[in-house]
């Protein structure tokens, strides 16, 4: 049997011609608002952790058409609205990551980009904002000691943080002794701090100049909301416009010891961290950077389920050009290959999210169990997992773009609209062009090549 020519049944392959309503047959007042189901369903979990984890996505699906109604607004105010943080705090997606100990849920690494990709199909710039804020809660809950996670926690029950390696030149870091306790004396300024709008404290990077005759060392701080401003620089891009990506001043601020850490748990880990023996859960026991890009391929797969959604939309209510009959595009072959292989491309990138975050969790259970070190070339490959996925959504997205048609080239459009936010990701220096030689060489370096 062809599988060219033939079905699962043995029955001819035939396009038909859809009734009224959607490529499903729905007869929804806005055929794309619901859109195709997602293939990330919720896997592998014991029944109170399905529910709760079934539970927050419910909650982001009965968020999606609010946050689509928002998101020109979310665009002029460069961040999501007051009342969209507060519905993100009371459906708990702040508390995905945090440990149970601590008042959380301790859903883990795949929970969390599940979460953040449902946000995503409402407004790509509003889980932007969200995830990279609490997605922090697990290097803080992974890498700082207990005195500092349970201070920073405990302060609100729950983490709203950027994180910025992105310093301007006028960074001053002194050691200093205030009231007995010692620690340091931040200033400066961090650039592209997603979250900052709502955060409860800032995790700033920066190089620590040496104690006597030893070499500079990366460090990250937690500096507290009253120590620094969020400057209203953000906004003037082409995409991720609502992304409260603004730039964050820290003025003059004293940073006790405790809630410095240096930054080792960067691009690699062996055995287990103070997360890990703290919490008891070795999901608190991998590399920072093995999650770092996970988030934006979350964002990216969500995005393109959006797209999907819009698209479908459009192609059912609109004739194709250049046919006979006033045939929808919908019921044009064209069109349906459009839609179809889109759909297989952004199918494969929820996929190879949740993926990875399953991936993240068994290496660093395998890490911390001793069994084997969650390596430099395991995490670049992870990473670069990430970024395939984010590039078939960006095909995904500019495939529909282009047979969309021009009247949705407005600046209204929401296809548009995603289009811009893939483009942003897009312009993002950590492209797999430069990840791609950095993994093989690290891959012929433990080979011994």
Known sequence: ??????????????????????????????????????IGV????????????EALLDAARTLRPRLRAEQADTEERGVYSPEMHQAFLKAGFFRVLLPKSLGGFELGVEAF???ITEVARGCPSSAWCLCLAAGHTLPLASYWPEEA???????????????????QQDVVVTREEQNGVRGLRISGTW?????SPYSTHFMASFVLPPEGDGEPTAHCAVVPRSSYVVLEDWGAIVGMRGSGSQSIRVENAFVPDHHVVESTWMSSLSGDTVGSRLHGNSIYGGPFMAFAEGEIAAIAA?????????????????????????????DHPVWQGKFGTALALVDSAVAMSAR??????????????????FSAERVLRLNNLYLI????????????????????????????????????????????????????????AADGG
């Open 1 to 38: 049997m062809s599988r060219n020519s033939q079905t699962g049944d043995g029955g001819s392959v035939h396009l038909r011609k859809l009734g009224p309503g959607t490529l499903a047959g729905r007869t929804d007042e806005y055929p794309g608002e619901a859109g195709p189901g997602s």
């Open 42 to 53: 919720v896997v592998g979990r014991d029944e109170s952790a399905r529910e709760q984890l």
């Open 113 to 115: 980009y599940q979460v």
């Open 149 to 167: 996670q349970r201070e920073i926690f405990g302060e609100h029950g729950y983490l709203v943080s950027p994180m910025s390696s992105n310093a």
């Open 191 to 195: 650039r592209y701090c997603s979250g």
């Open 302 to 330: 969500g995005m393109g389920l959006a797209a999907i959604d819009e698209y479908e939309q459009i192609i059912t209510t609109s004739k194709a050009p250049w046919s006979d009959g006033g045939l929808r595009r919908c």
């Open 356 to 373: 990875g975050g399953q991936m993240y969790e068994e290496f660093a259970r395998r890490s911390v169990a001793g069994l084997e070190p």
């Open 389 to 444: 996925a984010e590039n078939q959504v960006c095909e995904a997205i500019t495939m529909m773009m282009h047979s969309a048609g021009s009247r949705h080239s407005v600046s209204s459009s929401r296809i548009l609209r995603y289009f811009r936010d893939m483009l942003t990701v897009q312009t993002i220096t950590d492209q797999l062009d430069l990840f791609a030689v950095a993994t093989t060489q690290e891959h012929l």
